[in-house]
Nanobody, 126 residues
Framework: QVQLAESGGGLVQAGGSLRLSCAVS????????MGWFRQAPGKEREFVAA????????YYSDSVKGRFTISRDNAKSTLYLQMNSVKPEDTAVYYC???????????????????WGQGTQVTVSS
């Protein structure tokens, strides 16, 4: 069983940067991929970024491509999301998630991920 715990959220001005962390504990070798999702008030939870564990390939939504970077530190068992040039529309609760199996077709789907963190709030002021 994998446990996930996000941190690093907060209030940031538009154009600024923030780095989210996701501490991974438990059976980390059982995850095939990890990702970040976000959910704004009144909206569906949406895909932000993902990293396939084998090979380290990364994937991004069009809305964050070129601004956000997903990375990992194996020694610290931590997944990161570096958020640059943030915009007010990036305001949301950000969730870290782990998938037991990789899907090239469905990696953007919430249903692909079977373990979730509790979320961390990111608020971008204009």
């Amino acid at each position: 069983q994998v446990q996930l715990a996000e941190s690093g959220g907060g209030l940031v001005q538009a154009g600024g940067s923030l780095r989210l962390s996701c501490a991974v504990s438990g059976r980390t070798f059982s995850s095939a991929a990890m990702g970040w999702f976000r959910q704004a008030p009144g909206k569906e939870r949406e895909f932000v970024a993902a990293m396939r564990w084998q090979g380290g390939d990364t994937y991004y939504s069009d809305s964050v491509k070129g601004r956000f970077t997903i990375s990992r530190d194996n020694a610290k068992s931590t997944l990161y999301l570096q958020m640059n040039s943030v915009k007010p529309e990036d305001t949301a609760v950000y969730y870290c998630a782990a998938a037991s199996y990789w899907s090239s077709f469905y990696y953007t789907s919430r249903n692909t991920y079977n373990t979730w963190g509790q979320g961390t709030q990111v608020t971008v002021s204009s």
